[in-house]
């Protein structure tokens, strides 16, 4: 079955310190793998894509993201959080052809002054 | 460019009353998506527009329905609304096929009394 799963629902992280969100996924197709963000009250935004190519994407805001196929995960990285970091991180994945786009239940990142 | 634009930002109804939701998306998209997101309960995919005709449904009611209009504005309805229609509700639009990355409208939130 096709899926994503975020296995963490909530993450705490002290401002500076680094920041790594689990992302992992079931897709019978090539995926598309997207990770996107949501502010309180807002709608999601593209926080970076991984089509092909290079496994490691550099995406908005000091996020990156690596694709590893052999464990089916797209995790996403930040070598520095910030305090305007805190938000809910999704993961999402697509699949060329196909009319099914699967977003993962998100992780909620508090930040600590 | 304009971005994904939603209204009314907020619709308040009572149960049993039916509620219109409308997206305009980004110029150029053919796709748009529709997303539930209730407290606790994350992004819940709800209907797929792309080229005028319905492409993917979610696991929800009849009583939600909607359509693409040939300028690819799209209509959400709901029918016979229930208190646990509370909710924001999100539009977003995409080049069309699930390979695509989607831009996120801010949302209509739905309140029922």
């Known amino acids: 079955a096709q899926s994503v799963t975020q296995p963490d629902i909530h993450i705490t992280v002290s401002e500076g310190a680094s920041l790594e969100l689990r992302c992992n996924y079931s897709y019978g197709a090539t995926p598309y793998l997207f990770w996107y963000v949501q502010s309180p009250g807002q709608g999601l935004q593209l926080l970076l894509k991984?089509?092909?190519?290079?496994?490691l994407v550099q995406g908005i805001k000091g996020f990156e993201a690596e694709f590893k196929r052999s464990q089916s995960s797209f995790n996403l990285r930040k070598p520095s959080v910030h305090w305007s970091d805190a938000a809910e991180y999704f993961c999402a994945v697509g699949g060329s052809g196909t009319y099914k786009y699967i977003f993962g239940t998100g992780t909620r990142l508090k930040v600590l002054a | 460019e304009a971005g994904v634009t939603q209204s009314p930002t907020h619709l308040i109804k009572t149960r049993g009353q039916q509620a219109t939701l409308r997206c305009s998306p980004i110029s150029g998209h053919t796709s748009v998506y529709w997303y539930q997101q209730a407290l606790g309960l994350g992004l819940q995919f709800l209907l797929w527009y792309d080229e005028g005709e319905e492409r993917n449904r979610g696991n929800f009611p009849p009583r939600f329905s909607g359509r693409q209009f040939p300028n690819y504005s799209s209509e959400l309805n709901v029918n016979a609304l229930e208190l646990e229609d509370s909710a924001l509700y999100l539009c977003?639009?995409?080049?069309?096929?699930?390979?695509?990355?989607?831009?996120f409208g801010d949302g209509t939130r739905l309140s029922i009394l």
């Open positions: 991984y089509f092909s190519g290079d496994t």
């Open positions: 977003a639009s995409s080049l069309g096929n699930s390979n695509q990355p989607q831009h």
